[in-house]
């Protein structure tokens, strides 16, 4: 069993910022790709940043150069930084991770969804 917690959202002002936190916890052997996801009323859940195991690293174009996902393996953290925020990036936030955990046969691969926490910029 893995657990995704996420932290860091909140209310600001267009053009300030804001760090997002993803914890996973659980019988973790890996943590392979970790995606941020966005869903805003009415509209469908959008991925907005990716990074692999490796460190490769993938953007949405509308966050493209304000937005910067990184992760602490150490501690199997992930964070999203947003810069330059804008009254469009308001929306849920959710971390999402390709997770392979202990089990009774050695390993098993999970994706697994945080709670999601709101992000809120006002104009």
């Known amino acids: 069993q893995v657990h995704l917690a996420e932290s860091g959202g909140g209310l600001v002002q267009a053009g300030g910022s804001l760090r997002l936190s993803c914890r996973a916890s659980?019988?973790?052997?890996?943590?392979?790709?970790v995606g941020w996801y966005r869903q805003a009323p009415g509209k469908q859940r959008e991925l907005v940043a990716m990074?692999?195991?490796?460190?490769?690293?993938q953007y949405a174009d509308s966050v493209q150069g304000r937005y910067t996902i990184s992760r602490n393996n150490a501690n199997n953290t992930m964070y999203l930084r947003m810069n330059s925020l804008k009254p469009e990036d308001t929306a849920v936030y959710y971390c999402?991770?390709?997770?392979?955990?202990?089990?009774?046969?050695?390993?098993?691969?999970?994706?697994?969804w945080g709670q999601g926490t709101q992000v809120t910029v006002s104009s």
């Open positions: 999402n991770a390709v997770v392979r955990i202990y089990s009774n046969r050695g390993t098993d691969e999970n994706n697994v």
């Open positions: 990074i692999t195991s490796g460190g490769a690293t």
């Open positions: 659980g019988s973790i052997f890996s943590i392979k790709s």
